[in-house]
């Protein structure tokens, strides 16, 4: 691994127009991804996962834009690169794979035609050869029977075989870079192991980094070198994926992790309530003063309340957004 | 797919005898004869003997039932009966008349595909943008324009002031009279479509597989060639279909207006007259039309979206 990394985020903020309005959905969000690494990015619903993906390669549409912040990719700024600029990078440097395999597809083309356009697209190459190496990819993520399946529409395959074509397509090129938004959430749980597996496979096995999105503890633990942990669109606890779940050190890492159901845990203790974070995340046109997490937090103080936390960089790397942190 | 269209055929039988049913009932009801319209005014008393004979003559003695069994016989055997007026078989009369209505319908579907789709598409392009504003005004116009008043305001324009175009009639069969009547008859599915077109168009636009196809790096005019058109297209196909048939019945106001000699002014024509035989006719002929515009709609649209199965 060389000591450059591959993607550097610096005080990314995305901003929500509502009127004349401007709210920032995403702010001060700073992290990096080496080559090879795969960074996890966990949160609730509607804290700012996805669009902070969306981002990173020019995809948020109004009323959200980016507005603030650097994103450099392979040492080059590229939040301000021109539109054809950005589209040499999109799928064939940074792919992006979606949660929802039903509708990411188009419905009326095959998926061989859908995974030829990134030959033609980025590698120039002619239909004829285009549609032969979508065969050679639908048979790297595990396809049966690719030469049939090429000539199938998206509704004639399963929810997991749509998400591998969609991995199909998205390594098509070999990218330095996945954004994998939730990939596995809409999926039965023993197609998810399956899906999971094959994206770390083919990623280690193509130095591919990954930038994992997912409100799935338990997918993150076991995909991620890394974890951030987002609230309200800010990273609040960012650690090595072993130390956070060990030791969290921010009380809403605390919060997720305490309500994980665990096995064994009623036969050892008996009948017990689930853990769980009183209220839900603000949406952005009410993210409270202070610390954005105090109105849910256990710890809370006046401090907590007036003063916005900053990122304490932790002695063993890392750091957490807290003025109470363990 | 050939049982599939032969399904779709077989559909059309009961269709049409409830629409032969609805228009016997309608003109048993309604007051008037064929003989009294034969007086000036269609209210003084025609010779009874002669009302008689008529009335003998065309069977119109026999209860209701019976006449309508034997029309559905017939039907069967694609006799539509005589007219009571110029005592010629229905299916000539119908023959002569259904070329230039079938001239007039294509022209103004014409007109209203070539002028609402690409508004409606460029609209939905630049949502929310000027160029938006002034074509869903123009569509919101084209809507409520009585087709009448239309037709007039474009006599008045182009053939009395500036003398460019022939004011009504067939002529001979010119592409110079065809213009005005199809626009008349046009604006309002152009109007229709435009809106349809832009609310698709809109609509994929914030699809998923659209940004996924942005997503692979592709331009916004990739996007809408290779992902966006032909999703647009059934859409906009099935409302094609659907403005067909209400064309062809609003010929009627339209052939009227410009003396166009088609199947709508026959029908108005027959009404005043009660030549029920050629209102039949000609009715049953706007109805298989509408149905066979619809199928082949139908049709096109399976062949474009693989979702749609011929069951």
Known sequence: MTTKPLLEVEHLRIDLAIGDARFAAVQDVSFTIMRGETLGLVGESGCGK??????????????????????????????????DEMRKLRGNRIAMIFQEPMTALNPLSTVGRQIAEMFVLHKGKSWAEAERLAIEALVSVRVPAPERRVKDYPHQLSGGMRQRVMIAIALACDPDLLLADEPTTALDVTVQAEILDLIKDLCAARGTAVLMISHDLGLIANMCQRVGVMYAGRIVEERAAEEIFQAPRHPYTNGLIASLPLLGARARHGRQRLKEIAGVVPPVAAFPQGCRFHPRCYAASETCRAVDPVETHLPQGGFVRCHHHV | MLSYLVRRILQTVPIILAVAFLVFVMFSVIPGTFAASLSDDGRAIVDVTVVERMNKEFGLNDPLYVRFGKYVGQLAQFDLGMSFRTRQPVTKV??????????????????????????????????????????????????????????????????????????????????????????????????????????????????????????????????????????????????????????????????????????????????????????????????????????????????????????
């Open chain 1, 50 to 83: 996805s669009i902070t993906a969306l981002s990173l390669i020019g995809l948020l549409r109004p009323p959200l834009n980016l507005s603030g912040g650097a994103v450099r990719f392979d040492g080059q700024e590229i939040q301000n690169l021109p539109a």
């Open chain 2, 94 to 311: 119908l023959a002569d008349r259904m070329w230039p209505t079938l001239q007039l319908s294509f022209a103004a579907m014409l007109f209203a595909i070539a002028i609402g789709v690409p508004l409606g598409f460029i609209a939905a392009m630049r949502s929310g943008s000027f160029v938006d504003t002034i074509s869903m005004v123009v569509a919101v116009s084209g809507l409520s324009l009585p087709k009448f008043w239309l037709g007039l305001l474009l006599m008045y324009l182009f053939a009395l002031v500036l003398g460019w175009l022939p004011s009504f009639g067939y002529g001979d069969g010119s592409l110079r009279y065809l213009i005005l009547p199809s626009i008349a008859l046009g604006v309002a599915p152009m109007a229709l479509l435009a809106r349809t077109t832009r609310a698709a168009v809109l609509d994929i636009m914030n699809a998923d597989f659209v940004r996924t196809a942005r997503a692979k790096g592709m331009s916004e005019s990739r996007v809408v060639r290779w992902h966006l058109t032909r999703n647009a297209l059934v859409l906009i196909l099935t409302t094609v279909g659907l403005q067909f048939g209400t064309v062809i019945g609003q010929a009627v106001v339209v052939e009227k207006l410009f003396s166009w000699p088609g199947i709508g002014s026959l029908l108005v024509d027959s009404v005043t007259l009660r030549d029920i035989p050629v209102v039949q006719g000609a009715i049953l002929a706007i109805v298989l039309f509408f149905l066979f515009v619809n199928t082949l709609v139908d049709v096109l649209c399976a062949v474009i979206d693989p979702r749609i199965k011929y069951t």
